[in-house]
């Protein structure tokens, strides 16, 4: 079937060491996106991509950084944890930018 | 800046029986789109239903349907039969159409569900 894949489902880093999310997509869609989202909250747009196009939400930290190596894949870099940085990571695909929102599982992520 | 707003931090129904979720927004835009997603616990989140503001006629999708008040920024979930399945939180969530190719979906804080047995 097709669908927007996370890896792993669950992370633990410690503090300051360099993690990598990982996100795939069977749906060919244009454009990805990557949220963040904390314990019983909305979910908050960190950045997308339109095709090759990096778009990066004004309030979205440095430490947080995306790579789009080709249509299926694209990768949450998170350069130097910190502990306000556990969260779920949602990845999420759309066909266009205007078009319906397709979620992955997401991945967890615990920083000690 | 558009905002959602849902003032039902949290909701719960008998299993069988209809519920109402509440959502509100602000927008100065004319052309929108409206979405309902469900998130279960540790599951991924869907779509439940959406909703294009220039349609007059409510969207519906089997037991979800919408009360779509354009006037009022009004645009509530209604779910009917309601089965243990539903529990789950439902995010509001608004998208502008105006953005030139970055449209993006601004949600609301989310109602959590629990249907009972």
């Known amino acids: 079937d097709a669908m927007v894949i996370q890896n792993p489902r669950y992370q633990v880093t410690q503090f300051g060491k360099p993690v990598t999310l990982s996100c795939s997509q069977t749906?060919?869609?244009?454009?990805m996106y990557w949220y963040q989202q904390k314990s019983s909250q909305a979910p908050k747009l960190l950045f997308h991509y339109y095709d090759k196009d990096f778009n990066n939400e004004a309030d979205t930290p440095d430490n947080f950084q995306s790579r789009r190596p080709n249509t299926s894949f694209c990768f949450l870099d998170i350069r130097s944890p910190g502990l306000g940085d556990a969260a779920m990571y949602l990845c999420?695909?759309?066909?266009?930018?205007?078009?319906?929102?397709?979620f992955g599982p997401g991945t967890r992520l615990l920083v000690l | 800046a558009q905002t959602v707003t849902q003032s039902q931090p949290e909701m719960s129904v008998q299993e069988a029986e209809t519920v109402t979720l509440s959502c509100t927004y602000d927008?100065?835009?004319?052309?929108?789109?409206l979405f309902w997603y469900k998130q279960p616990p540790s599951r991924q989140m869907i779509l439940v239903i959406r909703?294009?503001?220039?349609?007059?006629q409510n969207a519906t999708e089997n037991r979800f349907s919408v009360n779509f008040q354009k006037a009022a920024k009004s645009f509530s979930l209604k779910i009917s039969d309601s089965q243990l399945g539903d529990t789950a939180m439902y995010f509001c969530?608004?998208?502008?159409?105006?953005?030139?190719?970055?449209?993006?979906?601004?949600f609301g804080k989310g109602t959590k569900l629990t249907v009972n047995p």
């Open positions: 969530a608004f998208m502008s159409l105006t953005q030139g190719g970055s449209e993006k979906l601004v």
């Open positions: 909703q294009e503001a220039y349609k007059q």
């Open positions: 999420a695909t759309s066909s266009r930018s205007w078009e319906t929102q397709y």
């Open positions: 749906l060919n869609h244009n454009v």
């Open positions: 927008t100065s835009e004319n052309n929108y789109y």
